[in-house]
């Protein structure tokens, strides 16, 4: 039977407006934020309308600590600081959640071994999220509350201060990337705590909890009591979505009533996680020139929208089984009612887009091209990125695109008119290929592992998507599970850790590095225009097939023995309800 | 060098230690050893071993010979380019005999002896024995075996001769200004050496990001291994090296080091000898030109054409006076205005001149002429003599004003407190120029013109050539700054000199060129020398350089759009156990071996087909920087995916009709 007949038109249609009403709105506020979010990369904080506030919070803490914008750090001191600052959270989140037991609020089952903690507090610290526990009681309300909370804020502030200090990389001729305690505060108390707390208000009169009390016990009916996990989950919902984490109080994640009661609420989820990522984006208008903010902008919705639709479609067609049966509703397995499919689809696309990685559906149950979208958003690195981290990633793709460009017209490279010479190239190819390498390699390696792949629920070819989902969430620091296997064993536990500890910190090195590189140099005074005009069609098409050729495309034989063949062969479905 | 010493050549290019600096290729010659034995022991391979299984691995183990092979053919080919080039140098450098002079008495020693400082005369018809500076006299030169140009050229005191010219008129002394091996033909020679071992900036990083490509897909085709051991295909060895070589950019990779070479033997062929092959490629990336005179883009030797007196002044004593001031002025307007003046047939007597003291000219002072005390015939620059004098005559400044604005150059002559007249020098713009102008304007590099000569003259040819920004009136110093300022505002820089006083200048350029008629501080100072000296073919080495950066960029595209019809042919066939793929197989290639077969013939022979194009380099013509991408996206990168698809089914069917089945 020819699925294609079966599509009900008018079905088909309104998915595509509500997928485009999302794309739409994310649109309308990265526009708002990104004039407010231009200030603060270009060191103008004091002319925002926080100022009167926030600028006393960061002048106390400057004055605490004896450190302020003035004190511009290079390369070395700026990441060196990073590093230790992030490193000195994750010691002090291990030993809280380690030793969580010990500790006021805590439960007798509040425990979780070496491996699980490691692979736990690294995922919070590096704006992962991945979360190899599967149960909100394995975390006392303490280690919620400030732990994890904790590491969500830092998290997403180093990830901004970073891009804030790769802008003025470009910006500076001084050799200088900033002060990384001012830009930190910054990002904090200008951007990430209001807008964490703006959500937090309208998520709490929405219907999400926010207590301290650690669960209740409800009575459903012709069940027995069932302990309902509580805590201080409106908060938690906030900042995993403004800060991009997306490690959510419930294993589900979105998909679970209290942390996402009504399509309201989706809509603001999915908008809170798009917020920074594309105002930043949307930013560049103005920190550079309006022209390369809007085609940068368009190549990512490009992105967006194709795999947004192919995710959608895919899911529309559903499982050719069922709608053998004559049932045509779509593949609605491991899917909330109350959202439907176009919401669900946009809203789990959305999360990979960027590096959030909350779900608002089982990832597993997703058909083998609805996949491909979430899949193919994970192995580019999350095109949108994270809070700060989107910039930096799509800047690499950009010097590469300008490289090839540059070449192709018989001009040496420039970015923004500054001299790209072989160093900057080397640093972006490092960064470039990195991504690649730490999700293949591990995967090769898993393969080759019997005990390992005996764990997944289930056979090929399905299994290979998921262990790609799995290291690619890992990789892009998305933190979005596909499951399928045993996540929480050792063995997953500090690979997963050390793939995120490399995709973090790793590339992020290598991307300031790069950034070190343009502090030093002077823009070219231009007479007329530059060489290869960065907001043109041409280069907006060539930006567009570096990213698919360098970052797709490699995996094309992977993503054969994957989802693709899954697909080809009709899908050797299984459905688990793994929600 | 002949074919033979060039395919040699090419073998000697298998050896470990060469082809490892080009991690594309080493990856290739890898695979072409493991190919080799996979053939003798496929058991240890674990891979099929019937009779069908071991003809496809010998001609894959011939075509990734094959694609090394050609891949140092190229560069060998390029190679072999430059050796002409330098045998050529070398003949030139023949030992003559020298007249050194020395202890005022000239001795006769071999042209191997000479030393820098060493002062040697050569006479008429003699080779000159050294590179060196003229110190005394003048002559005709002929330069043709270095310059390619038969007329001989004048070589005046200050001007520097090239060792191996031959001195066909007079008599000169010349003071050496090199020591043995550091002659001008022994830095040529090295030059194109070493233009063969040298990688520029641009080509090291373009390597660094092909050996990260080629980094990536050795990852994903051991993730091939991998992914079907555990899915109990068993995994063919020589497929996955096929499968490698055919996704690692081999096509770009195999003629890199060919572009490069080829660039520089290309800039020899100009006649230009350029000191490193960054010097051409930054030529590309010219941002401003600085032309150093109105000369550049005249036919340059401006002729005295016309005398005018002034009011009431008898003509022949205006025509006598100017020929008076201008007898010992060598300069080509001064002797210029000699050989008009003589034309009039004017009666003069050189005992005149004893009571006078020749001024010479300087571009300090914008004049020269004769002074006796008091007494005086000083000829120059309007501006220059109205200030010194403290004259101005409305008649004169008329006349100069209607001179200059035809193109002209007008000299007043001014004596004993009066100018008595003008002399109209005449110079035209070189044709074609304005064209070259233009093409530089498309090309969106600025040109500006530093002359000596006055702003109405410098306003003329600036118009008329199509030039963005002149200044007139121009002091040596003015060219120093002029770069400096461009440099500071970190544009890229090109200037042509050949004075001493352009040395600093040169220095500070990007591309400098000087002349080779030049004085031996501006050959020192640029890292271009014009054999030929002529300016204007600074705008042909721009041309060369965007064509190598050109060539590149549109290679890798090229190569890099490749891999999806390789994916695309290679996946399905290497998969063909999962019939459900067959979708992704585009073509319907119903054999996978020889489908696989295809694609690497493909891979192969693009090398060779592309040689020629990466020895000559892709067409440029002059346009704007976005129709230029435009068209290349399209020829390159769009023509790069659907060109192999077509020439992988046609070499499939070509296979198929030669009956080839495995």
Redesign the interface.
């Known amino acids: 039977m020819n699925i294609y007949s079966i599509i009900d038109g008018n079905r088909a249609v309104s998915g595509i407006i509500i997928t485009f009403i999302y794309i739409g709105l994310a649109l309308l506020f990265g526009y708002l934020i990104s004039g407010y979010i231009k200030k603060l990369y270009t060191d103008e904080e004091e002319k925002t309308w926080l100022y009167p506030i926030s600028g006393r919070i960061v002048n106390f803490f400057e004055k605490f600590f004896n450190e302020n914008k003035n004190k511009q750090m290079k390369f070395k001191e700026y990441f060196f600081t990073l590093i230790m600052f992030n490193f000195f959270a994750g010691i002090i989140g291990f030993v809280f959640i380690y030793f969580q037991h010990d500790f006021p609020y805590s439960y007798a089952n509040n425990h979780m071994d070496l491996s699980l903690t490691f692979n736990t507090v690294i995922s919070f610290l590096t704006n992962t999220d991945l979360q190899h526990y599967s149960n909100s009681f394995d975390l006392s309300i303490l280690s919620w509350t400030f732990v994890v909370t904790g590491l969500m804020f830092l998290s997403a502030g180093t990830g901004f201060a970073a891009s804030m200090a790769f802008i003025r990389g470009i910006l500076n001729d001084n050799g200088k990337l900033g002060n990384f305690y001012h830009d930190f505060l910054v990002s904090i108390f200008y951007l990430i705590l209001p807008l964490t707390i703006l959500v937090t208000v309208i998520v709490i009169a929405m219907g999400v909890p926010e207590t301290l009390s650690s669960y209740i016990n409800v009575f459903p009916i012709g069940s027995s009591a069932v302990k309902l996990p509580l805590g201080p989950v409106a908060t938690l919902v906030s900042i995993k979505n403004i800060g991009t984490n997306g490690g959510g109080f419930y294993g589900a994640n979105a998909a679970f009533p209290l942390g996402n009661p009504d399509w309201f609420t989706n809509i603001v989820e999915y908008l809170s996680f798009m917020l920074i990522p594309l105002g930043s984006i949307m930013s560049l208008r103005y920190v550079f020139d309006k022209r390369f903010g809007n085609m940068l902008t368009g190549v990512l919705l490009t992105i967006f929208v194709f795999t947004s639709m192919l995710t959608f479609i895919s899911e529309f067609i559903g499982i050719p089984e069922i709608s053998a049966l004559g049932i045509f509703t779509g593949n609605m397995t491991g899917k909330e009612a109350y959202l439907g499919l176009a919401p669900s689809s946009v809203f789990q696309v959305g999360s990979v887009f960027t590096s959030t990685g909350a779900s608002s559906g089982g990832i597993i149950d997703y058909t083998p091209t609805g996949m491909l979208g979430l899949l193919s958003n994970l192995v580019l690195n999350d095109p949108l990125g994270g809070v700060g981290t989107g910039i930096v990633n799509i800047f690499t793709y950009v010097v590469f695109t300008l490289f090839i460009t540059s070449l192709m017209v018989g001009k040496l490279p420039e970015l923004m008119n500054i001299r790209i010479g072989s160093k900057e190239i080397k640093y972006s190819t490092l960064s470039l290929i990195s991504h690649p390498l730490i999700v293949i390699i591990p995967l090769g390696i898993t393969l080759m592992i019997p005990v390992i792949m005996g764990t997944f629920y289930n056979g090929f070819p399905s299994n290979i998507s998921n262990l790609l989902y799995e290291f690619g969430s890992a990789a892009s620091n998305n933190g979005s599970e596909a499951g399928g296997f045993l996540t929480n064993s050792s063995y997953f536990n500090y690979l997963d850790g050390i793939i995120m500890l490399l995709g973090r910190y790793l590339i992020l090195g290598i991307q300031l590095l790069l950034a070190q590189q343009f502090a030093f140099k002077k823009p070219k005074t231009i007479y007329n225009k530059s060489a290869i005009d960065t907001g043109s069609f041409s280069f907006a098409f060539m930006l567009l097939a570096v990213i698919i050729m360098i970052g797709l495309l490699s995996y094309l034989p992977i993503f054969a023995l994957g989802p693709l063949y899954s697909w080809a062969k009709d899908f050797d479905f299984m459905v688990i309800g793994w929600i | 060098m002949d074919l033979r010493g060039v395919i040699i050549n090419a073998l000697k290019g298998f050896d470990f230690r060469k082809i490892i600096k080009n991690p594309v290729m080493f990856i290739t010659e890898i695979a072409f050893f493991i190919s080799i034995f996979i053939i003798i022991f496929p058991s240890y391979f674990n891979v099929p071993d019937t009779s069908v299984y071991i003809y496809f691995y010998i001609s894959v183990t011939v075509l990734l010979f094959l694609t090394v092979f050609f891949s140092n053919l190229s560069t060998s080919l390029s190679e072999s380019q430059s050796m002409a080039i330098t045998s050529s140098l070398e003949k030139m450098k023949i030992s003559t005999k020298a007249n050194l002079l020395k202890d005022n008495k000239i001795i006769t020693v071999s042209s191997d002896e000479l030393r820098k400082g060493d002062i040697i005369i050569v006479k008429k018809d003699e080779t000159i024995p050294s590179d060196g500076e003229v110190i005394k006299g003048s002559g005709y030169v002929n330069e043709s075996n270095v310059t390619g140009e038969s007329r001989p050229v004048i070589k005046l005191v200050g001007d520097s001769v090239t060792g191996s010219t031959v001195l066909v008129t007079d008599e000169i002394t010349v003071k050496v200004s090199v020591n043995p091996g550091e002659s001008f033909i022994d830095s040529m020679i090295k030059v194109v050496q070493n233009a063969v071992r040298e990688r520029t900036?641009?080509e090291?990083?373009?390597s660094?990001?092909l050996?990260?490509?080629t980094?990536?897909?050795l990852?994903?085709?051991?993730?091939?291994?991998?992914?079907?051991?555990?899915?109990g295909i068993k995994p063919n060895i020589d497929i996955l090296l096929v499968l490698l070589v055919a996704l690692i950019p081999t096509t770009i990779g195999g003629l890199l080091p060919a572009i490069g070479i080829a660039a520089v033997n290309k800039v020899s062929q100009y006649n230009i000898i350029s000191k490193s092959g960054k010097a051409v490629?930054?030529a590309?990336?010219i941002?401003t030109i600085i032309l150093d005179k109105t000369g550049t883009i005249t036919i340059g030797e401006r002729e005295a054409v016309k005398f005018y007196p002034n009011q009431n002044y008898d003509y022949h004593d205006f025509v006598k006076k100017s020929l008076l001031c201008s007898l010992n002025d060598e300069t080509i307007e001064g002797l210029s205005i000699v050989r008009l003046a003589k034309k009039e047939n004017i009666e003069y007597n050189e005992d005149e001149l004893k009571n006078y003291e020749f001024v010479p000219f300087s571009s300090e002072t914008s004049y020269s002429g004769i002074k006796n005390g008091d007494k005086y015939i000083l000829k120059g620059s309007l501006r220059a003599l109205s200030e010194k004098l403290n004259l101005n005559d409305t008649y004169i400044n008329g006349i100069c004003k209607e001179i200059s604005l035809k193109g002209g150059t007008a000299i007043p002559v001014a004596s004993d407190g009066k100018f008595i007249g003008v002399i109209e020098l005449n110079d035209i713009l070189k044709p074609g120029i304005r064209d070259r102008i233009e093409d530089l304007h498309k090309?969106?590099i600025?040109t500006v013109m530093l002359t000596g000569d006055d702003e109405v003259t410098a306003a003329y040819f600036a118009r008329e050539a199509g030039i963005?920004e002149y200044i007139a009136n121009s002091k040596p110093d003015d060219k120093y700054n002029k770069v400096i300022e461009e440099k500071n505002?970190?544009?890229m820089v090109a200037m042509i000199g050949d004075g001493t006083n352009d040395a600093p200048a040169l220095a500070k350029a990007d591309v400098a060129m000087a002349m080779n008629t030049g004085t031996q501080a501006a050959k020192d100072a640029a890292n271009m020398i014009d054999l030929d000296s002529t300016p204007t073919k600074l705008i042909d080495v721009i041309f060369l350089?965007?064509?190598i950066?050109?060539t590149?960029?549109?290679l890798?595209?090229f190569s890099?759009?490749n891999?999806?019809s390789k994916?695309f042919v290679i996946?399905p066939a290497m998969?063909y156990m999962?019939p459900?793929?067959?979708?992704?197989n585009i073509l319907n290639l119903t054999d996978p071996l020889r489908a696989i077969t295809a694609a690497l013939i493909f891979n192969t022979i693009i090398i060779v087909i592309l040689v020629p194009l990466a020895l000559r380099g892709v067409k440029?013509t002059p346009s704007s920087?976005?129709d230029?991408?435009?068209r290349?996206?399209i020829v390159?990168?769009f023509g790069g995916i659907v060109f192999p698809f077509i020439m992988i089914y046609i070499i499939y069917m070509l296979l198929s009709l030669g009956g080839v089945a495995w």
């Open positions: 900036p641009n090291i990083a373009l660094i990001f050996s990260g490509v980094l990536i897909f990852v994903v085709v051991a993730s091939i291994f991998s992914l079907s051991a555990y899915t490629e930054n590309g990336d941002d090309m969106n600025s963005d505002k970190e544009r350089g965007k064509q950066l050109i590149r960029g549109s890798t595209t890099i759009a891999d999806i994916y996946i998969f999962f459900e793929l067959g979708f992704l440029y920087a976005s230029l991408l435009k290349n996206i390159y990168g």
